[in-house]
C-alpha cells in the first residue's frame, strides 16, 4: 500500500506529515542494521515501574494488570509502583522545583504519569510501563542488552478512526495518505540520561510552563505520544544523535497490550473524557 502522488488532499499539517514520514522510516527499516553507538553499551536497570496517581483507589481490573508483571521478579526484575505523592517527591528531590512545578501543572493523572515516567527513566533509567498494560508471559531479556531507547511504534488511520496493526504498518512501503506514524510512551526502556528521554522531559516541562488563560493544554502533544514523537524527530534530525539511540519493538503486543475495557475507561479518569478540562479525581473506591 502505497501514497498515491494525485491531487488527493493530504489530512496533516505539514510538519506533520514530515514527522510522521520520519516515524515511518524509523518504524520500517530493519532493526538488524541499526547497532547502539558505544555510549549506549551500557545496559538499564532490570527494574519494572508503574504509576497510579490514589493506590488507595486504584481499580481491581487495573490492579490485576499491574499485578501481571510480578511474574517477572522470579527472572530478577524489581517492581516499584509510585502514586502521585512519592512521584512529586521523587521529582522534587531529583531534579528540583522546575521540574516539581511542572508535575504540578498537569492537570490530569495521565499527563502525571507521562510527566514521572520521563523523569524516572532521565534519572535512574529501567523499565516504564503503564498500570493498564498487560504482561502475556515472553520473555523480555533482549530488551536489556543495551542502553538504547526500546519504543513502540504506532499507527493511526485518520480515514477510518481505527489504529493500524502493526503485522501492517511495520512492512516496508506500507503506507496510505490518512496514516499517521508515531512512538508510544509506554513501554520505556532506556539508560539514565538517554538524549531522547531528556529532551521529551525539557519539551514537557516548557510547554507545561506556557501559561494559557484560555484553555487547558492539550494532554497528547503536552506529554503524551505526539511529545515524545516529537522529541525523536528533534534529537535526531538535529543531528545531536544517530538513530541507533533508538530500538523500535516491532512486536511488543507479543509481550504485552492495553487492556480494554477497564471501568476507569468510562468516566473522568479516561483522559480522553477529560482532554483539556478542569479534572475532578473520582470518588469511587475499587470496583
Known sequence: MNVHESS?????????????????????????????PAALLATPPRRIVQFWDDLGRLPRDVRECMESWK?????????????????????????????ESAFDKCYHPSMKSDYFRYSYIFVEGGFYVDADDVYHGTTIDHLFTDG????????????????????????????ELSWIFYFNTTPLIAVRNHPIIERALLNATTSLE???????????????????????FEVVTDESCPKEVLFVVHDWEETSTSKWPLSYRSDKRNWRLSNQQAYQASLQAEE
Open 8 to 36: 488527493e488532499e493530504d489530512p496533516l499539517k505539514k510538519d506533520e506529515r514530515v514527522r510522521s514520514n520520519f516515524v515511518r522510516e524509523l518504524v520500517q527499516r530493519p532493526n538488524e542494521s541499526a547497532r547502539p
Open 71 to 99: 511474574k517477572l521478579e522470579q527472572s530478577g526484575f524489581e517492581l516499584q509502583v509510585f502514586d502521585e505523592n512519592s512521584a512529586r517527591e521523587f521529582i522534587r528531590i531529583h531534579l528540583g522545583s522546575r521540574y
Open 148 to 175: 538504547r531507547l526500546k519504543l513502540q511504534p504506532f499507527c493511526y488511520d485518520i480515514a477510518t478512526d481505527q489504529m493500524v496493526p502493526p503485522s501492517v504498518f511495520v512492512n516496508p512501503g506500507a503506507n
Open 210 to 232: 506556557q501559561e494559557s488563560k484560555d484553555k487547558l493544554p492539550e494532554v497528547q502533544a503536552t506529554t503524551g505520544p505526539g511529545n515524545l514523537t516529537r522529541s525523536v
